[in-house]
């Protein structure tokens, strides 16, 4: 066989296709039943599959301008453009966002899936590499328990650690390791963030807009702005998945600033109220910001400023007014960890990215072997960067070049 792609995620199809139309003999192999399964829960089932607002600023990893090649060769506009041309109708949404017409990730599947067997990709799923043996003579032996198939160029797209459950995996990192190559520390990302639950354990299903702060104290780590959805131990949602890489890599004692009135001024807001306490003064505490929020969210706001709930908003003093509006524009809440890979939906970290030519994505290790994906110290934000990566490095891969 002339190439072997080991892996049949995005990455892996894409380097598989890439390869075949090439003119390369190509053998795809899978260790799950069937291939693409993590690619249809992306984008809850709709496969986010890039951003149309791209930059290196959305990535993350021990050398983010590696990926530059990969990216420039293959930017989003010309992943749609390979798309199109596979039959794949997209449409984009107002934050560059793209998700097929079709609002279903198995018509990306499919196309892919047509595209790989009419480029004759042989592909054998239920498999699984245990090991990889390069030769003397360059060639590579693939261990498949008591089977062996042997490859004149090897690529890894085996993806990573994340979403346990639909089949993430360590293999790709072992096989990488047993050539040589080393990884960085691994860690779950774009995966809910855990918080004390003391309040937030009564807004499970809760959405918000908001601006949010993750900080170690007064230092500011990194902040987002848009959805954020309350679960039973904390967030999730955009705002979350995109803030839970530096939590999840930073040291303890973290926590999340949640203003819930992004746009408005804390003047403004206690305004808000003082308004609603002279226009209203029958109102008990337990509906003081109705209107402003979903009413177990302001409900909670109250409990948490230190209120209860029965009491008459006509008793509130200015004093009072402004706590209020104080937790309107920072609900603190600490951070006591991520739910870890099984619930995320990409790793942080891999196969160290200074072990592979970025021209190429050849290993500078082993000649013959590539690597593309999730595998490598590469991720993005949410938003469809983690599959732009994806396509983009496979389809350099693919391509095997060396230097």
């Known amino acids: 066989m002339d190439v072997a792609v080991i892996g049949g995620g995005a990455s892996g199809l894409m380097a598989a296709l890439t390869a075949a139309r090439e003119g390369h003999r190509v053998l795809l192999l899978e260790r799950q039943a069937r291939v693409g399964r993590k690619l249809l829960s992306t984008g809850n089932g709709r496969c986010n599959l890039t951003n149309l607002q791209f930059g290196l600023e959305y990535y993350h990893g021990q050398q983010v301008d590696f990926a530059r090649p990969a990216m420039e060769a293959f930017p989003p506009e010309v992943v749609l453009g390979f798309f199109h041309d596979l039959g794949l109708f997209t449409v984009a949404e107002e934050d560059?966002?793209?998700?097929?017409?079709?609002?279903?990730?198995?018509?990306?599947?499919?196309?892919?899936?047509?595209?790989?067997?009419e480029a004759g990709v042989q592909i054998l799923t239920g498999c699984e590499v245990t090991a990889l043996a390069a030769g003397k003579d360059g060639a590579f032996t693939l261990f498949l328990g008591e089977e062996e198939i042997h490859a004149q160029r090897v690529i890894v797209c085996c993806g990573g650690m994340a979403g346990t459950h639909l089949g993430g995996t360590s293999s790709g990192y072992a096989l990488l390791k047993g050539l040589g190559h080393s990884a960085t520390k691994l860690y779950p990302a774009l995966v809910q963030i855990r918080t004390d639950n003391t309040f937030v354990k009564s807004l499970k299903g809760v959405r918000a807009q908001a601006q949010v702060r993750l900080c170690r104290g007064r230092e500011l780590l990194r902040q987002c702005r848009g959805e954020v959805q309350f679960t039973e131990f904390g967030i999730s949602g955009p705002v979350g998945f995109d803030l839970s890489r530096c939590a999840a890599v930073s040291p303890q004692e973290l926590v999340l600033h949640v203003d819930l009135l992004r746009d408005m001024a804390p003047s403004q807001v206690r305004q808000a109220l003082e308004d609603r306490q002279r226009n209203r003064p029958e109102l008990t505490m337990e509906n003081l910001l109705t209107g402003m929020f979903h009413n177990r969210l302001g409900r909670t706001l109250v409990r948490y400023a230190g209120y209860d709930l029965n009491s008459p908003i006509a008793q509130l003093r200015d004093s009072d007014l402004g706590r209020i509006a104080g937790a309107v524009k920072d609900f603190a809440l600490p951070v006591t960890g991520t739910q870890g890979f099984d619930g995320a939906q990409v790793t942080a970290g891999g196969i160290r990215t200074a072990e592979f030519f970025p021209q190429t994505l050849e290993s500078r290790v082993v000649p013959g072997l590539y690597a593309a994906g999730e595998v490598l110290d590469i991720d993005g934000d949410c938003g469809g960067y983690n599959l732009q990566w994806a396509w983009a490095s496979g389809h350099l891969a693919g391509q095997l070049r060396t230097i």
């Open 96 to 117: 560059g966002r793209v998700y097929p017409l079709s609002d279903q990730a198995g018509s990306v599947l499919d196309v892919l899936r047509f595209a790989v067997e």
